[in-house]
């Protein structure tokens, strides 16, 4: 055939303007929000059932916990400033204010070792009280959520230094971003529905 | 058609090379072709649905006749709960998602899934631990504390064994499994639709997996959650579940009937899907009333979530809740009932053909709506309280798991048979399996309203004789025989069809839905060029006009940026390269479960490595695949 027409699919159609990876982010949070719906649940139907101590209000520094969670709310911040200097091509920036998230999520995982040495030393376990147990299970579980944020950052850090990153990469950064602002947002709730109504 | 042509892939080369097998077993260990997986799927399901039946068929053998001891109550109480068990997770439940994995990407015109590899990590996840939980037989004893598993019967100091380590553990994993898998289906439905496949001409089958996706993923969470706590207290010795410490067993109940019954309408909403593609095709006419059909499925997801109470309505909950709870269960029947007056209405005036996949079609119609009816009766609280725990509710809910999302999967197996595999199924011996199965179905279940209105409770290893139960009793064990012999013969058939089949043509039902406009089996890309869609049956619009009415006159028109070029002679498709990272984080995850299992921190130290090595490795290797190059006959652009 003197000029056969060739049409390549390398370019897939897609139905919506959003890509797969960042739709499936979405899906995953709007999960991810029955998970620890389901482990707040569980703290508030057992608040206040200890029949033994410690409690909320022996083991709690809400200073300290006030820092920890200040400094996780900035991190977000550094991630948007991070994405939009991805996008617009400077690398250096990005990488450092990737670091940056990265290294205040690691400060506050630090804090929260510190506060869960601290609370056993006090005399809650896991399996001291119902309070122990969940909320261990609920702030542990939501410190493993930060532990994989820290990982993904690192690795796209790490990633931009084996391979050379451009402003159209910026996608995979945004999708670790979205987790990486759900987390913190979670974190919020918590913060107040474990912590703060404490001292109300 | 066409003829393929490879080349391998340039310029997509990673860190890591991705397998080519073809053939063998490895190709299937590395498989990320979505019809391949659904083969495995729909064929593991099979599997496991015969482990339950032999599960059911030992029950009803020590049930046949009074005061027998075939069975003793400890293997009957095991018997009962991975019957269970297996039933809903690992083969009714799979056996959907194994058809919306084959069906779905080719029926909105997509060449697969949107996560390939992490379809295979789900397929992997969801057979590795149906084989974890049934090696509990063997491995101290399987679980027995009924499907549902109630708080604290599970708890280290009522059930030491490890047969709820094993239930808690691999539904666990399973459940990962299957939310991945659901997540993969939202994003496909969601994004790769052919051009002029709107969400309104997509096919009620794929519209059912769309929702059914959705509630999967916030079903899910809360079982997840609530399996967690039960290993917590069991492994780490936390409280969740622990009555001298002020907990409330309650709180498992409303974990896992969040889930659980949600769960019921993701195991029959893709039913309902695929009654929907058969209920048509076979009356000849389009699907009547397609929008409330879409909107019933949706408003049965929504309302799927506001009645878990009615599964406990004897827990004391009070008046109020249970006056909600029941009232939420009565709306639910509206929808459904919607759906069935469609069917009926679709078949009304139809050029109604009986072949086997329609005669199963209009038995589930029958069946599902009878066990809807007792499902009305069971919503009522005094009338609950009265039968709770009884064979009356065994038989509601077999009526409308087993009368309504077997029946309906076995239309679906027989409908699409020849679309997987290129032959037909015998139409001999599907009818006579279809005479065997559903007698037998009504046999078996049909006594057991009557032995529950008499009182016989559930989970109890034999009965008094002479107290009015002998005669239900000994026909739901005869029945057993008669729906076994009707299985083992569509079994049978689908064996001896795959050699001596009649060959079945690309389209031997004169189907509507796009799957029927590519050869039989499709080729590994599904479609030569991807269709244009222009209507809600876009096969039949092509072949027979005046069957389907021009509703829409937007139709017409396709985003002209996305249209698949005209007059193409030749199209380069890219086939992703298959991998070994699904099966080797899904084997870590499997070994990391024994690990947990029997306190082995080495074992689990182990796998968590290799599960963090297949997940860089994952994400390192490269696209990898080839492109196939397909020379178009002239003039034919494909189905549009």
């Known amino acids: ?200 | 058609m066409a003829i393929g042509r490879q080349t391998a892939a340039a310029g997509h080369a990673g860190v890591l090379t991705r397998p080519t097998w073809t053939t063998g077993w490895a190709s299937w260990l590395t498989t990320v072709d979505h019809k391949r997986l659904g083969l495995l799927y729909i064929c593991t399901s099979f599997l496991f649905l015969g482990l339950a039946s032999v599960e059911a068929f030992l029950m009803r053998l020590q049930l046949a006749r009074p005061e027998q001891s075939l069975v003793s109550p400890d293997v009957f109480n095991q018997l009962f709960t991975m019957h269970g068990v297996t039933m809903v997770f690992l083969a009714i439940m799979p056996l959907g998602i194994g058809f919306a994995n084959y069906f779905v990407p080719l029926m909105i015109g997509a060449r697969d899934l949107a996560f390939p590899r992490l379809n295979a990590f789900g397929y992997w996840v969801y057979a590795l631990s149906g084989v974890f939980i049934y090696t509990s037989f063997f491995l101290g004893g399987a679980p027995d504390a009924g499907w549902f598993a109630y708080a604290p019967l599970t708890s280290l100091s009522n059930n030491p064994g490890n047969g709820i380590d094993f239930y808690m553990i691999g539904l666990l994993v399973s459940g990962v499994g299957t939310l991945v898998t659901a997540m993969n289906l939202i994003v496909t439905i969601i994004n790769m639709r052919a051009p002029g496949m709107t969400f309104m001409r997509l096919p009620l089958f794929v519209w059912m997996m769309l929702i059914t996706a959705f509630m999967i993923i916030f079903a899910f969470p809360p079982l997840t959650i609530a399996l967690f706590q039960v290993i917590m207290d069991r492994t780490f010795g936390t409280l969740f579940y622990v009555p001298e410490a002020g907990a409330l067993p309650i709180l498992w109940q409303h974990l896992f009937w969040i889930f659980g019954h949600p769960e019921v309408y993701i195991i029959i909403l893709p039913a309902f899907g695929v009654i929907s593609e058969v209920i048509p095709t076979f009356s000849r006419k389009p699907l009547f009333g397609y929008p409330i059909m879409v909107l019933s499925g949706i408003f049965i997801a929504f309302m799927g979530f506001a009645v878990w109470s009615h599964h406990m309505f004897t827990t004391g909950l009070g008046p109020v809740a249970n006056t909600a709870f029941s009232l939420t269960s009565f709306v639910i029947g509206i929808p459904t009932g919607i759906k069935i007056f469609n069917w009926i209405a679709t078949m009304w005036g139809g050029h109604v053909r009986f072949a086997v996949p329609m005669l199963y079609a209009t038995a589930f119609l029958l069946t599902f709506t009878l066990g809807g009816i007792t499902g009305i009766m069971l919503a009522i609280p005094p009338l609950d309280a009265q039968v709770q725990d009884t064979y009356f509710v065994v038989a509601h809910f077999h009526f409308v798991m087993g009368g309504g999302a077997l029946l309906s999967f076995l239309a679906g197996f027989y409908y699409w048979f020849p679309k997987m595999t290129g032959r037909l199924l015998p139409e001999g011996l599907g009818r006579l399996g279809f005479w065997l199965i559903v007698p037998g179905f009504y046999l078996i279940f049909w006594p057991q309203h009557f032995a529950g209105l008499l009182g016989m409770p559930r989970r109890i290893q034999t009965y008094e004789a002479g107290i009015g139960l002998d005669l239900y009793n000994l026909m739901s064990s005869a029945g057993t025989f008669v729906m076994g012999a009707g299985m083992v013969i569509v079994i049978f058939s689908a064996f001896w069809a795959l050699r001596k089949g009649r060959l079945a043509g690309d389209d031997p039902w004169d189907g509507r839905t796009l799957e029927w406009a590519t050869s039989s089996p499709p080729p590994h890309y599904d479609f030569d060029v991807v269709p244009e869609v222009n209507d809600r049956d876009p096969v039949w619009l092509l072949k027979h006009p005046h069957l389907v009415e021009r509703r829409d006159p937007i139709s017409e028109s396709v985003d002209p940026d996305h249209s698949p070029p005209k007059h193409v002679e030749q199209v380069s498709i890219h086939i992703p390269g298959q991998s070994w990272y699904p099966f080797i984080a899904s084997f870590a995850i499997f070994l990391g479960s024994y690990g947990l299992l029997f306190h082995n921190l080495l074992l689990g130290l182990f796998s968590v490595a290799v599960l963090f090595y297949a997940c860089y490795a994952w994400a390192l290797e490269g696209v990898g695949g080839h492109h196939e190059h397909i020379e178009l006959e002239p003039a034919v652009g494909g189905p549009a």
């Open chain 1, 1 to 200: 055939m003197s000029h056969t027409v060739v049409a390549h699919s390398h370019e897939e159609y897609r139905s919506t303007r959003l890509p797969d990876i960042k739709l499936m982010m979405w899906i995953f949070l709007a999960s991810d929000c029955m998970f620890f719906g389901s482990l707040i649940g569980s703290y508030l139907v057992y608040k206040d059932r200890s029949l033994v101590g410690p409690y909320p209000i022996d083991v709690f520094d809400i200073n300290l916990t006030t820092i920890s969670t200040f400094v996780l709310l900035m991190s977000s911040f550094l991630m948007v400033l991070a994405l939009h200097e991805l996008r617009v091509g400077n690398i250096k920036l990005f990488r450092l204010w990737t670091f940056g998230v990265a290294f205040f999520g690691s400060i506050f995982l630090g804090f929260q070792i510190f506060e869960f040495s601290h609370f056993v030393q006090e005399g809650l376990t896991l399996s001291q009280n119902l309070f122990g147990t969940t909320f261990f299970v609920l702030t542990g579980t939501h410190g493993v959520h930060v532990t994989i944020g820290v990982l993904l950052l690192l690795s796209l850090l790490i990633a931009s230094y084996v391979r050379p990153v451009a402003a159209k990469d910026s996608v995979y950064l945004e999708v670790v971003g979205l987790y990486w602002h759900f987390v913190d947002i979670v974190w919020i709730v918590i913060f107040t529905v474990v912590y703060l109504v404490e001292f109300v």
